[in-house]
Structure formats: structure tokens, C-alpha cells
């Protein structure tokens, strides 16, 4: 586009770890897909509040401003319903847009535009929305309720849309990219409690690589129980699933879902008609949750299959509380997980 | 009745006779389409609402007829309203498509998906709008913010009446488009009603161009009954904004006729009101403007009518004979990638399985 | 309130015909609610576009601003959010308002003060929101994309909030009163079909009834298979009972949700540990539906009375087209509901 | 250093001595437990953000003062931000609930569910803030909605930063209640960035009173440095919306000194303004003036100052002390009639069933 210029001198140390063979976090991961992505297609361009001179809350996009130029990381007001619905616009005009929300609790002034027009567009017969709608998502980290929201239930029912949600730093890179290169609108949750993560970092491959958008993948294989999970609670899946191996001697499944829509309901329906057994855990509130579509997949697909009734570990149905004990208590532990395992182990 | 301004202004607008007789068809077709769709509307013919413009043709024709417009993709862009038929048929919209629209035609634009002209045509400048207030202002920022950064010269103009100026959308995408000086036009339908309630419950101001300060960009108010006023206005406008000077607002005053829709009957609105507004009809006024320059005379100018009211009536009857759309067309186009899945309970032999 | 004027002498003849032992349509049992709620308790007042001078796009208001005055019946400016969130403050001041949303699909401009603000003020510490949100929802109508939706998943998943979707125009007259005289913000979806279905049409008790929230009814009692639903599919699901009795000898049990959240989940499974076989049929789109939610509590309450899998009857996943044949080819039909019987019963 | 204006306000902001000097502890006050709270944080103390409001407490204290302050519920109402603190203390809020909700006690007003001073208190005039930028003139539109159908001349006061003016909320609640007439003031609180974003990039306004014709409503530019000053617009303005006179809104134009929050290191701000305004302090200015006009010696304000100071610090000290709440408070006051279910896996032995 117009102003942008690219001086492959200067690109920042941070975003060409991989090059380098530096392991990176999830954060990482997702600057340079974002970065690279900008790089080798101009149409790619962002906007949002404070990522071009501060680089974002997160410093997500750090120093793209200076290497990308002012047109290309546009720093917008507080307008998450203006931006969005401009960057909608954008894609009508060939463009490929990534809006970064600060918060993704922060989405639902443009809870309006994304569901009735962005949603729509394509069946509308205005053309595809080559659209990504990025930020921050998750609780832990002592935010209070508008700080700490996942947002995937908000649009999980609306048809148009697809929904990304990483647990690592490979998948994270490749899903980010499947996303920016993907012709429909993709709202792409981060948790910030995965974030800089120590325990994730990776070296990942030096190579221009995607991981497609609607396919699940086996986290951990297993043969007696199949967890159905996503984002951070993959890994207090897996605490779980390897306590339950050693003290209890009972082999877990993990799947880990990456995309939530479209759902991979073919990955979920194969370990389940293997297992026969299925606790589906996710970090967002209980009622209306996720679960409920799987758990309804699941008796579509492989009831006959099944030994035990489907059953989920959640958030409890209320905001997400600011102190630490209350947080913790509002989240699902290792301990609600193991439980859970043991009541199906014993079904 | 011919008034100083309007006079100096068809000098000063600078135009041919042949585009004053092309901005007359213009305002007789919006009209004429309108009034037949009406009829269609009373012989059951249209599912959805039926809306009109009565008063407000000069409007939508003097604003459009001052932008670019193109047929390949390369024009200006307007987003249109339901009160917007004359801008539509301007920018290359067909009487045909729209009948068909109403009609839920198979072979509307839309496919029968959508309703009236709410459609959207790329290559004429056409933006498909959707029902909730405000977010096209949103969309046409990112449509000229699109312009500005790939250094094309084209211009965005944006209608919404004056109820839209209250909802959120409207502000922030308007204070978005300014602060990135987007190369954009909102046009205030400012008709004196949203659906029953006076623009006095909706707003403070007496003109929508006191909101301009508050967004730092320049707000003119134009008679919306006058169809060059409105022209010369959007032309300085547009030029201004094709030029980098960033986005303006225009004012069109004038009033909704009609109900908000046909089965608003209106009993709200004070009679003596719409007879004062009946009196500054647009085309008559127009109409006679053109027979006193001696552009035409009346005869050609009934004669055109009489011409444009035939296609127009053709084309309705085109729309009439023409199918609706197959019903498993429904489950098309949800994802570039993906339609929705076909219920389970209208396979051939019901099964919720994948088999 | 201040300028209320209630007289006696001019009740509009709309609202009194239960007095007169007149049958009323949903729609006026409705506006008899709301009219004996203002009159009883002068703190309710009502808010919303068009609904004074024109008595709203419906007439569900009719005549109720000359009576009440305008203080009481306020029209307001487009503004879903800025009226909405209004109503939130005056709750705060001990006013119980009733907000009408024109058409339900504009309630997406107030998503962001519905969720974040209004459904977690108790939990916050700022008091309980005595606050309904009304309006017309359904397809059926030929109103395209934008006057045709279902809105229950937009808030189903948000604790804090209640939800309430009568099928008839006794419950909905009860349920109505519950809704304004409950302390929790109450959002109450109204089907356009349903207004002025004449079939519908009942004379209500003349005494001053509530129903209670959270509480489902039992259409019709039968044996051999459940149907979980509410609204318009309501007297579908009753077509196709009526028909599975009569061609296949097949009883069917129909339970009526009314209220969506908190979900009845006691009733739900009883009727399942009686039958053994749930069909869920819902008028709004299917993934992410609340099917979803009502198998999973039939999958932890109920399972081992299972003889088949809990299935589901739903829209196709798409928007809501505007022509005819579309339109009907995207709702649930009564033939659908058929075939889904038909697979249990023979499961 | 004095300058006319402020001379001039103090006649004619008529205050007493102790009236005066009732301000002066106001201001030290607000800076003492922000400065308290810092060390808190830096001890590990605070799990959430820490917010200052260092060269804003002028705005805040001036403008809370010509309230009506009670402790009753019968009094005005304020809607706080995070650069309020001096507003909450004078409103009533105390300083030991302050450093409760930040360090997330159980004993808060919000029992740890919320935090810093999103915290409501309806008997001394405190909403409950939620994050979401422009919320809450919807909110306080409402609240001073049921004022004027009350008949009660009481008045809301909705505190919002510059960047928050380009949310659709906060126009929607602005023109309903310029359009319903209610009794609130908008205090726009000009401190120059949103974050990291410069004033420049959030609208092309120079001044937030460009944005009061827009709504119809009056609106004034106020030195937000200059307590006397903020003190007297305020209380004409209030006075005013007590009166009848419907919306008003006042700019405070002053600057964020510190980091949008303790994590910002402001790398993006010319270290020159900071000294700019630095020596434009409030609180020295003010200071400055009492002992000009004999108000009080500079020793009188040390020892009162010292006095706020300890105060603060034996507050803090009692809220370190204090416990986090119970966890199990989680699952309550989601509704009214019904807490959150206990998860099933936490019962003594899980089960799913509610047996
Ligand atoms: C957000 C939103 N709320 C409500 C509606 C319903 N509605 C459709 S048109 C209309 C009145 C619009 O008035 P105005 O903007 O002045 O346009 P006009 O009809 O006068 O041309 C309303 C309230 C809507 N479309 N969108
Ligand atoms: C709708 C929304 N979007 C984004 C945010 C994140 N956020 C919190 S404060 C802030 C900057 C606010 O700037 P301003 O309104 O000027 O207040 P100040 O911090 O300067 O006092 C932002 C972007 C938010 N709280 N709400
Ligand atoms: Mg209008
Ligand atoms: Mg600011």
C-alpha cells in the first residue's frame, strides 16, 4: 500500500527468533506470524488501540510501526465498533485487515457489526471478509471481570464466523497465519496466561508453515478416557491425564480443539467411539458454554459408543472475580479435572 | 415557483441541457419505480416493507449525480437507505433488480437473501447495507480509509437519516473517518421523523451541521427539495474530499412524505405539515425550472415521463413473472469455504450420523 | 412518579378485555401485563423507539402514553445501548423500567452494557437491576436478516441474566408480571407469529396471576418420547405429536420451557427418566444453540434412563434469508420434527 | 506562583478558610494514597493495575466540592474513574476502602470482586464503574432520568477521560440525556493521552466544548490545575442542571504526569512537557495560594499534611493486615434469589447428578 516500506535491515530481533533458531513463547509465536504475514503480503495491514508507538498492550506488535509504517499499524481512537466495522470496509476493498482488541472483553461494543454485518456479508452477497479479530483473552491473572473474559461463546453461535484458540506457540504461529490467509472473518483468542509462558517456549520450524483452520489435535494419546479441551486448559488436561496415568493407572486422551468453529466434531467423535468415555474441559463459564454443542456432537455422532454420559469441567456461572482466591476458585483446577476423570473412570 | 438561488445555481452548477434532462429522468424513474412498487406491494406481490422517498428524490439524485460513477469498479461508492432509490438507479442500479429485490426474486442481486436495496454492486458503487443504524458509516470508513492508503482517488459518500445520528455507530465511525481524514461524505437525510418520533426527541440541534465541529470537519445545509442546490453542495463537497480534505457532512432538509413504511399511516403527523411540503414538491419543482430555462418544454418533459413509466412498468412485469429462489439455496455461501449442513431430518432416510 | 396521571375513567378497551371476559392474542395479553403492572406499581416505567405517540411498531403500547403520561411511556432516540444502560441507572434509583427493543435484533448495539454492566452490577456490589428487556423476535415473516432473529444465545451465556420466551398468551400475561417484579434483569422475547395467531387467542383468568420463572409446563403428557422446546415450536412440535399419535401410535410429551435461564433442568429430566427418548427442537440456528446445553443436562442428570441419544430440530446454520422458500427451507418445519420422532421411536 | 484568575475565583468562589483548607486536605490526601498505594505495589501487594491521578487532582477535587455531599443516599452522585481518587475521599469514600479494593480484601466494598475504585456506595453518591469506556453515561443518564421523573434536585456528575468521548456510548448516553433534559454534568477529563495514544489521534477537536453544540448543550474549557477554578464551573454548572438547565459539560485541560498504569514507562512522552507540568503542580499551586492570601503558614499545611499522611499509612497498614476473601464467595450474588451452582466436582464425593 501507499506509504508502507520495508527495510529488511532493520526487522526487529524480536520477531526473527525462529530464523535464528531461538525457541519462542506463544507471544512470540503470534508477532511473527503477524509479522512475516505483513511481510509477504502488502494487503495485510492492522489497527488498534495503542499497537503502533507502544506496540500494543501486550507489545504484540512492538517496533511493527517503525518497520511497517503508520498506514500499516494504525493506531485508532477507542472505537473497538468504528475500527472493527472499518476494517470491514477495508476487506471490500481487497484489503486483509488484523484488528487488535486490547481486551477481547473489550470486543462487545462491537458485538453488533461483527454478528449482523461482518457475519453476514458473504451470504448478503457483499463478498468474503478476509478479516482477523485478535487480542488478549483468559483469567489467572487477578484482571477483574473485564480483563479476564474468554469470548468465544459471544460469537460461537453465529454462523460466517470462525473461531481460533491456541494452546502453544507452533500452533499459535500456524493458526495465525491460516487465519490472516483465510477468506472468512476469524476472531483468534489469546491467553494472556499463555503468553510468555516459560514452560511453552519452543524452537519452531524455519519455515513458511500454516496449521489449517477446523482441525483438532491429539494433545496426548490414551486409550480409556477422552478429554476435550482447548487454550490453557490443555495443560492442566495434561497435569490431570498424567496424574491419573500414574496414580490411577488410566490412560487419557487430550484433544485440543485449536479451532472451536468450525468444530472438529469428526477428531472428537473418533477418540470418543475409541475411549468411550468423555469429559470436555474448558476455562469459560458452565451454561451456554462450549460443552454443550460437544457434548451434543458427541450424541449425534457416537452414542452407541458411549460407557458413561458425556460430562464437563468449567468456570462457575458468575464474572470473573478480581481476588486471587476467588479467581481460583472461579476457575476449573487440575483438581476439578482429576475428579472428573475419576467419576467417569469409575462409571 | 423559481427562486434567485436556484436559478444562479443552474449556472453556476454548470451543466448541459442533456444533464438537466438526465437528472430529470433520474428524479421521475426513482419516483415512478416507487409508485409501482407500491401497486405491487397492494396486489400481495412483496413480502417485506415497502418504503418511499416521496420529497426526498432531489436529494438522492442531486448527491449522486455529483459523484464518479463508474461501471468497472473504479468509481466512487455511495451506501445507500431505503429512502435512496433515485442514487441507486444513478449509480447503475436497475429498475429490474430492484423489483426483483422486493420481490425476493431468484435472480435479485441477492438472491432473495436480502431485501430492497439493500444490495451491493462493486463495480457500479454500490454498498450492500444492513438494517441496524449507523454501522454503514463504520463500513465507508473503512471503504475510503482503503482509498487513502492505496492512493486511489475516489470518494465514499455515506446516507443516513436523521434518526442514525443518535446510535453509537454513527459516532464512532464517523469520528474514526475524521481522525484518519478518510476521503468520505455523510449525507443527513434530515426528513423531519424516525418512523413516529420528531427529529426534537432524537437531538438538541436544530441543524445536523452543529455536529460537525464536534468531529473538526466542515457541515453545510442545503434545501433537499432543490435538486441542484443539492448537487452543487455534494460536488464541492466530494471534490474537497477527493482532494485530501478529509470528511465532510452535508444537511438535506426536507420531509418524509409518506409513513416510514406503507403500514405507517401517518395519523401522527400533522396534515397542514405534509400539504406546506406537498407545495415544494422536487420534480414539480424541477419540472418547471426546466420548462422556464427552456431546457424543455412540457410536452417533451411528459413525453420522457411516459417513456420512463413504461420501462419502468416493464420491468416490474419482468420481475413479476420471474421465480422465486430454489429453496435449498438457503444453505449456500455461509463460508467461501463451507455451506450449512443439510438438516438431518431431510436426508433421504433421516440419520443423525455423518454416513 | 412525578407527572404520572392515572385515570380510572379512560383505560383503553385493549387492555381490559380480560375484565370483560373477552379472549385476547398473545400480543394483548402482553399489553395487559405491562398496563396492570403501571398501574399497580407507579415505579414501572418504559422506554423504548416509537413506543409514546405510535404506541410501538407493534401497538403493543398502544394509548398506554396518553394514559400514563409521558414521563412514564418515554420515546426515545436510536440508541439501544444509551437507553438501555439508562434504564440500568434508573433501576439503581428504585425505578423498575421496561425497555422495548423496536425489533429484538437491534439488541446487539446494547450487548456490551446488557453483559458487562447490567448482568454483573449485583456481583459488583451496585445492587440488584429490576429491569426487563422486550421486544418481538422470530422468523416466519419474510423479514430477512434483521427482523427475524431469535436472540436467546446472545445472552444465554451470561450469569446474571434471566431469559423468558412464553408460547401462549396465558403464560406470557404471567410470566410478563414475574418479569417485571423480579429483581434480576429479565430479557423477554415475544414472536412476531405468535402476536395475533387467532388460534391462540384464550380468555385469561380476571385475577391477578403471575407465572413463576424458571419454571417449564407440560404441553402435553405422553410416554414414549420427550420434546424439549418453547415459543412458535411449541405448536409445531404439538402438529407433530398429534400426528406421530394418530399415523404411528407414538406418545409424545411435550415440555414447554418458558423461561430459557435459569433453565428447568428438574423438569426436563423427569420427563426423559420417564420416556427414555428427548427430541430438543428450537427455531434458532443449531450450533451453539441451546440444545446444546439441555443435552448436556439430560447427559449429567439422566443418562442412564437413555434408550437413544438426545437429538435436535433447529434452523440451518445460517442468517435468516428474506424470500419465502428460503426462509421456510431455514426454519425447523413440522416435517422435521416428524422425522426426528420417527428415528427415535425406532432407535 | 499566582496568577489573576485564581485571585479573582477565590472572592468570587466565596469559600471559608476551613473551607479552604478542607479543599487543601482534600488534594494532599488524594496524592498521600496513591503514593501510599505505590509502595504497596512495588511490595507485591497489588495483583491488579495501580492508576495515579498525579496533576489531575485538582480536576477532581474541585469539581467533587461543588456537590452536594451526603452520606444519606439523598445527595449527588458521581461516576468515578481511575484518576478520581480525591472525587471517592471527598464523596465520602474512605481511604481504607481504597487500598481494600486494590489490595482485593475480603472486607472491600465489593468483596474482592472488583477492584481499585470500581466501587459503588449509593448513601454517600458512588456508582460502581465498569470498565468498558463510555458506560457509564448511559448509567448516570439513567440515574439523573429518575431524578427529574422523581422530582428530586439532586444532580449525577459522570467523570470520563478524553479518549472515552470517542465510544458510541458515550454519545448514545450523552444526547438521551441532553434530548430527556437530565441533570448531569460530563466532566471531560483533557489529560492529553488515552494510554499511548496522543489526544490528536482520538479526535480533531482542539477543545471537547467543540463537541457541546452537538448535543445542544452548554459546555466550558477549565484550567484543571486551577482547583478554585474547576471548583466555581463546576458549581455553576451544577447548579444550573439542578435548576432545569439539562446537560452540561466541562472540559478539564490539564495532564496525565504518570504512565497510563505502574507498568507504562511513558516512553512515548516528551520529557520536556513533564516538567512543563510539573511546574504547574496543583497541589503546589494551591499551597502557594493559601499562604499568599494568609490562608494558612507553610508550617500549618506541613503538620495537616503529615497528619493526611499518616492517616493514609495507617490505613493502608490496617488493609495490608487484613485477609482475602473466602473463595467460596465466588458462587454468590449472581442473582438475587440464586448463587452460582457448586461445581460437581468439588463435592465431598463428586457426582453430576443433583442427587
Ligand atoms: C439500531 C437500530 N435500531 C432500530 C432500528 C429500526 N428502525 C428502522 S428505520 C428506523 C427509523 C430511522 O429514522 P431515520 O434514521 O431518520 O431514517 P428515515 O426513516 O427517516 O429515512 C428505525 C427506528 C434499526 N434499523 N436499527
Ligand atoms: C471500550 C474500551 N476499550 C478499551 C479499553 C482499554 N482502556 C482502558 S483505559 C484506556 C485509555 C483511556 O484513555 P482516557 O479515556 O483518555 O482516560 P485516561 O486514562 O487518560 O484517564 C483504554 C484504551 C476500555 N477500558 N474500554
Ligand atoms: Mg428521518
Ligand atoms: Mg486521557
Redesign the pocket.
Known amino acids: 500500500m501507499a506509504e508502507s516500506t520495508v527495510d529488511a535491515m532493520t526487522r526487529p530481533d524480536h520477531v526473527t527468533k525462529t530464523r535464528r533458531g531461538e525457541p519462542v513463547t506463544l507471544l512470540e509465536a503470534i508477532s511473527e506470524a503477524l509479522f512475516e504475514e505483513m511481510e509477504r503480503d502488502e494487503t495485510v495491514f492492522m489497527m488498534g488501540e495503542d499497537i503502533g508507538v507502544y506496540g500494543g498492550a501486550f507489545k504484540v506488535t512492538r517496533d511493527f510501526q517503525s518497520y511497517f509504517g503508520a498506514d500499516r499499524v494504525i493506531d485508532t481512537p477507542i472505537a473497538e465498533a468504528g475500527f472493527t466495522g472499518a476494517a470491514a470496509g477495508a476487506c471490500h476493498m481487497g484489503l486483509r485487515p488484523v484488528v487488535e482488541i486490547q481486551f477481547m472483553d473489550f470486543i462487545s461494543p462491537a458485538y ?1 457489526v461483527i454478528t449482523n454485518y461482518i457475519a453476514t456479508s458473504l451470504y448478503r452477497g457483499s463478498g468474503p471478509m478476509p478479516l482477523v479479530i485478535r487480542g488478549p483473552v483468559g483469567g489467572g491473572n487477578r484482571g477483574g471481570p473485564f480483563h479476564s473474559q474468554n469470548v468465544e461463546m459471544a460469537f460461537f453461535h453465529t454462523p460466517g464466523l470462525k473461531i481460533v484458540y491456541p494452546s502453544n506457540p507452533k500452533d499459535a504461529k500456524g493458526l495465525m497465519k491460516a487465519s490472516i490467509r483465510d477468506d472468512n472473518p476469524v476472531i483468534f483468542e489469546e491467553h494472556k496466561g499463555l503468553y510468555r509462558a516459560p514452560q511453552l517456549r519452543e524452537v519452531l520450524p524455519d519455515e513458511d508453515y500454516v496449521v489449517p483452520l477446523g482441525k483438532a489435535r491429539t494433545e496426548r494419546e490414551g486409550s480409556d478416557i477422552t478429554i476435550v479441551t482447548y487454550g490453557m486448559m490443555v495443560h492442566r488436561s495434561r497435569e490431570a491425564a498424567e496424574l491419573m496415568e500414574a496414580e490411577d493407572g488410566v490412560s487419557v486422551e487430550i484433544i485440543d480443539l485449536r479451532t472451536l468453529l468450525p468444530l472438529d466434531e469428526e477428531a472428537i467423535a473418533e477418540s470418543v467411539r475409541k475411549t468411550g468415555r468423555v469429559l470436555i474441559v474448558h476455562e469459560d463459564t458452565r451454561t451456554g458454554g462450549i460443552a454443550g454443542e460437544i457434548g451434543m456432537r458427541i450424541n449425534e455422532q457416537a452414542f452407541e459408543w458411549l460407557d458413561a454420559p458425556p460430562l464437563r469441567v468449567t468456570a462457575i456461572d458468575a464474572p470473573v472475580p478480581y481476588a486471587g482466591p476467588l479467581e481460583d476458585y472461579f476457575l476449573p483446577q487440575v483438581e476439578d479435572i482429576v475428579a472428573g476423570l475419576r467419576y467417569l473412570a469409575a462409571y | 415557483m423559481s427562486d434567485g438561488s436556484a436559478t444562479s445555481s443552474t449556472l453556476i452548477a454548470g451543466l448541459e441541457g442533456d444533464q438537466l434532462l438526465e437528472i430529470h429522468d433520474a428524479l421521475v424513474r426513482a419516483r415512478a419505480a416507487e409508485e409501482r412498487l407500491e401497486i405491487l406491494f397492494k396486489q400481495g406481490h412483496v413480502g417485506g416493507g415497502v ?1 418511499r ?1 416521496l420529497g ?1 428524490e432531489a436529494g438522492s439524485v442531486g448527491s449522486a449525480y455529483a459523484l464518479r460513477r463508474r461501471d468497472d469498479g473504479t468509481g466512487d461508492i455511495i451506501a445507500q ?3 435512496e432509490t433515485g442514487a441507486v438507479f444513478l449509480m447503475g442500479g436497475r429498475p429490474l433488480d430492484y423489483f426483483r429485490q422486493y420481490l425476493a426474486r431468484g435472480a435479485s442481486p441477492t438472491g432473495g437473501r436480502e431485501a430492497n436495496v439493500h444490495w451491493c454492486d462493486w463495480d457500479r458503487g454500490l454498498v450492500g447495507p444492513v ?5 454503514m458509516v463504520e463500513i465507508m470508513a473503512g471503504i475510503t480509509l482503503s482509498f487513502r492508503l492505496k492512493g486511489e482517488d475516489r470518494v465514499g459518500l455515506v446516507y ?6 443518535s ?1 453509537g ?1 454513527w459516532h464512532e465511525g464517523l469520528n474514526f473517518a475524521a481522525v484518519q481524514k478518510c476521503p468520505m461524505v455523510l449525507m443527513v ?7 413516529s ?1 420528531p ?1 426534537a426527541r ?1 437531538t438538541r440541534v436544530q441543524s445536523f451541521t452543529e455536529k460537525g465541529p464536534g468531529y473538526g470537519i466542515p457541515a453545510v445545509s442545503v434545501d433537499g427539495t432543490d435538486v441542484l442546490a443539492v448537487y452543487e453542495a455534494t460536488r464541492e463537497a466530494v471534490e474537497s474530499a477527493r482532494n485530501g480534505g478529509g470528511v465532510h457532512l452535508i444537511e438535506m432538509r426536507y420531509y ?1 412524505r409518506k409513513g ?1 413504511a406503507q403500514h405507517d399511516p401517518q395519523d401522527y403527523v400533522d396534515p397542514a405539515e405534509l400539504l406546506e411540503w406537498e407545495a415544494r414538491d422536487p420534480i414539480r419543482r424541477f419540472r418547471a425550472r426546466l420548462v422556464e430555462e427552456g431546457v424543455a418544454t412540457e410536452e417533451e418533459l411528459d413525453g420522457r415521463a411516459r417513456e420512463i413509466h413504461d420501462r419502468v412498468a416493464e420491468a416490474a412485469e419482468v420481475a413479476v413473472e420471474e421465480p422465486l429462489p430454489d429453496p435449498s439455496a438457503a444453505l449456500d455461501d455461509v463460508y467461501t469455504d463451507a455451506g450449512a449442513p443439510l438438516p438431518w431430518t431431510r436426508r433421504s432416510n433421516p440419520d443423525p450420523r455423518n454416513t
Not at chain 2, 443516513?160 to 445520528?165: E, K, N, Q, R, V
Not at chain 2, 437525510?189 to 418512523?195: I, K, L, P, V
Open positions: 453488533d | 418504503y422517498s426526498q437507505t431505503i429512502r438494517s441496524p443504524l449507523g454501522t443516513y437519516g436523521d434518526g442514525a445520528s446510535t455507530a437525510e434530515a426528513n423531519g421523523w424516525a418512523f418520533t427529529t432524537q418524509r416510514h
